[in-house]
């Protein structure tokens, strides 16, 4: 440690720093307490296990100290849940295993055999309404929620279905998420009001390193406490009074990194996230040393990181284990980086009183046998290898018994020592174990493949046998379609990069990725000339008596029956895909393919604007960034925006449904056109653009929540 970093410490810890690394002690640069993160290092080479212990006991008593600290959250009855939070994954609402749009009815019981099947289960469940497709129009956290299927009743009765099956439910609230409409109320009342009313029982947050006390007063101000989690940590360490858990993304290193907040209070958990990684072992294994949680994220934003057979076997058993020596786990006497006797095998004790649970991992592609721990021996001690579900037979010298057992390859290992016979409940549990332990990790797979999609057929219409009204003939050619996504993440770094599972998968394309190009032989078609318009699709409902079923948020700028006076020529908005079909199937039309839309506002040549090359502010109408939504101008006020055919209003004035893909999990449209709203603030909303080269991907879970105050569409007729 530099002399200039010693010197900002506090009194407290100086002395302790002077006190254990006077001249002459072993390492101190590298006993890096003092680091700050989210991790603390394990003992320093040359140090004993006792001394670091000791200082990391002493360090850990001079911040209780000065931060004043109280245990009252993790003694509150109603939380007690968050100390056994082991496994949580984070789902998208628009995963086709949570809710069936054909029956308008959540499938919570299905998502969760799902899960059961193929890693055990789960403890809780962070559900995202909001992100990515927040922005499209200027509908707010708030009003995302609301829009949910059954708005705060159905909400509150699809979390009673997860609470029949034992998982409690978590949202997200979003402190970045400022530009779109204003809620009546500040954020954290906002949140303990309408978390209430659904009957929510924690918050994720996003983006936030710490969540403070003002939020958990709000809670308990109406009397619905929340558990809080926020995302990277907690930035304040005093704020671990408030925040009875925490997610975010560690550093991988050779010996398993400790967890700073679970050091300061072993009742506090934290949820080990890796959501790009294909292979989980490093973050499983940090998590189950620390006696950790786990988030099991393979929806991410639409993109599926399915869980290999290794990975999610493996979860399977380190949560068997971790509940049920979950009353070990939070052990105030918890010793981190306990002596073992095999080199890269690591372990955590969990003591209690009559006896301790030893959590272990094989940081090395060797596996180890033989002799691995050696404890104190006390006569009647029994003796169990948990991970293997039976009686150990420890070789006993003295005070001292030493422990043998096998450890697989980057393998796991349990030991719990206790006094007596053990409960009818630990019973269970060896059984259940040696069950799992039959067939090693190593035999099962570890081969990631990406979730292949296809595209929603568009039936061809009737032959036009004239030129339709108001629609412009587009020739056949062949077109060189050249697209990418626009996805804000994926994979890792932002943006999203080209990588297998980013995305939409093309016809002809072996698996989903962002870019695309190639050449595609395109018929000669009709398409309108402008969206179609409020006075259009009233037209429709007047002939047709069309109304959707799920009719949530159906026109909802329209009042009794009519658009407002003056919005006869603007683009129809709120209308879903579903609608959109109706529409053009009454119309004896359909909706455009992406490629044929691109086509009709690109011409053959590759120019970036439907008029050329060059942006030109006077061909779209003027973007709106505020939290309003004024309506779209007519489909006619910008005549400078004309495609090569003479296709009008393509871009910046409304986003333009156009194809859907689906996979076992997602439904998604391609959008195209960009819209005239740009929430300010943030770079989290759904991005916006007006350039040819770009789609959007907007997920689709429901009419109701999917239709949008900025998407309209188009159609085409074959010719």
């Known amino acids: 440690m530099k002399l200039s970093t010693l010197y900002q410490l506090s009194p407290i810890l100086l002395a302790l720093f002077m006190a254990i690394f006077a001249p002459g002690s072993v390492h101190a640069n590298a006993f890096d307490i003092e680091k700050g993160g989210e991790t603390i ?87 995202w309404p909001v992100y990515p497709n927040v922005g499209i129009d200027n509908r707010s956290q708030h009003d995302l929620l609301r829009d949910m299927p059954g708005g705060y009743a159905g909400v509150k009765a699809m979390i009673d279905d997860f609470h029949h099956r034992g ?14 409409r204003t809620e009546d109320l500040p954020l954290k009342d906002a949140v303990a009001r309408n978390f209430k009313e659904a009957g929510i029982d924690g918050v994720n947050g996003d983006t936030m390193n710490t969540i403070g006390p003002e939020f958990l007063d709000a809670a ?45 209070e072993p009742r506090h958990l934290t949820n080990i996230c890796e959501r790009w990684a294909k292979n989980h072992t490093d973050g499983l294994q940090v998590a189950f040393f620390n006696g950790d949680g786990f988030e099991s994220w393979e929806n991410v934003w639409g993109i599926w990181n399915g869980m290999t057979e290794r990975d999610a076997e493996t979860i399977r058993r380190v949560a068997t284990v971790e509940r049920g020596l979950a009353g070990y786990l939070v052990s105030p006497d918890w010793e981190p980086m306990a002596p073992m006797l095999q080199s890269n095998v690591y372990a955590s004790r969990f003591p209690l ?92 797979s570890h081969d990631w493949t990406p979730l292949l999609q296809h595209l929603v057929e568009i039936p061809s219409t009737a032959p036009a046998s004239s030129p339709p009204e108001k629609m412009v003939p587009i020739p056949a050619a062949t077109f060189h379609f050249k697209v990418h996504g626009v996805e804000i993440e994926g994979w890792g770094p932002i943006p999203a990069g080209n990588k297998p599972g980013v995305d939409v998968q093309y016809p002809g394309e072996s698996v989903p990725m962002l870019v695309h190009e190639y050449d595609v032989p395109i018929k000669a078609f009709y398409i309108d000339k402008y969206p179609v318009t409020n006075e259009q699709f009233k037209a429709f409902l007047a002939a047709s008596h069309y109304h959707p079923t799920d009719d949530h948020n159906f026109l909802k700028d329209w009042t009794n029956g009519s658009f407002p006076e003056g919005w006869a020529r603007k683009p129809v908005t709120w209308v879903s895909i579903e609608d959109a079909r ?12 992406e490629w044929e839309w691109q086509y009709a506002a690109q011409g053959n040549d590759g120019r970036l604007y439907p008029w050329g090359t060059a942006p ?7 973007p ?27 871009v910046g004035n409304v986003w333009q449904w156009t194809d859907e893909f689906q996979d076992e999990h ?33 997920l689709l879970m429901c009419p109701g929540k999917d239709r949008a105050g900025t998407l309209g569409f188009r159609c085409v007729k074959d010719r």
């Open 167 to 180: 998982v409690h439910v978590l949202f997200p609230m979003m402190p970045w998420e400022a530009g779109t």
């Open 353 to 444: 009183k009559d006896g301790a649970a030893w959590l272990i991992v094989n940081r090395a592609g060797k596996g180890v046998t033989g002799p691995q721990m050696s404890v104190l021996f006390t006569p009647g001690t029994k003796f169990y290898d948990v991970w293997h579900g039976q009686e150990l037979s420890p070789q006993v010298s003295g005070p001292s018994a030493t422990l043998s057992f096998p450890i697989e390859p980057y393998g796991f290992g349990a030991v719990v020592t206790m006094s007596g016979e053990p409960s009818a409940e630990f019973q269970k549990l060896l059984a259940r174990m040696a069950d799992l332990a039959k067939k090693r990790l190593t035999d099962f």
């Open 666 to 698: 997602t439904r998604a449209a391609i959008v195209r056109g960009g819209s005239h709203y740009r929430p300010s603030g943030s770079m989290w909303y759904f991005p916006q653009n007006t350039t040819l080269d770009q789609h959007g991907k907007y």
């Open 582 to 593: 109706a529409y053009a199937s009454w119309a004896g039309k359909r909706l455009p393919h």
């Open 41 to 127: 290092e394990g003992p320093p080479p040359g140090m004993d296990h006792a001394t670091w212990l000791r200082a990391l006991q002493q360090w850990r008593d001079a911040q209780k100290a000065q931060i004043k600290y109280d245990s009252n959250l993790y003694d509150r009855p109603e939380l007690k849940w968050t100390q056994s939070n082991f496994v949580q994954p984070q789902m998208m609402v628009e995963d086709r295993y949570f809710y069936d749009p054909t029956i308008q009815k959540y499938t919570v019981d299905r998502y969760l055999d799902d899960l059961e099947e193929r890693y055990g289960g789960i403890d809780s469940v962070l559900i």
């Open 624 to 650: 709106e960034k505020g939290h309003d939504l004024r309506g779209p101008t007519d489909v006619d006020a910008f005549p400078k925006g004309a495609s090569p055919f003479g296709v009008m209003d393509l």
């Open 616 to 622: 030109d502010p006077a061909a779209i109408p003027q």
């Open 220 to 264: 308990d101000a109406v009397g619905h406490p929340l558990a809080f989690e926020p995302e990277n940590g907690i930035k304040n360490l005093a704020n671990i009074q408030y925040d009875a858990m925490n997610w975010g993304y560690w550093p991988r290193t050779a010996s398993p990194p400790i967890d700073r907040y679970k050091w300061i």
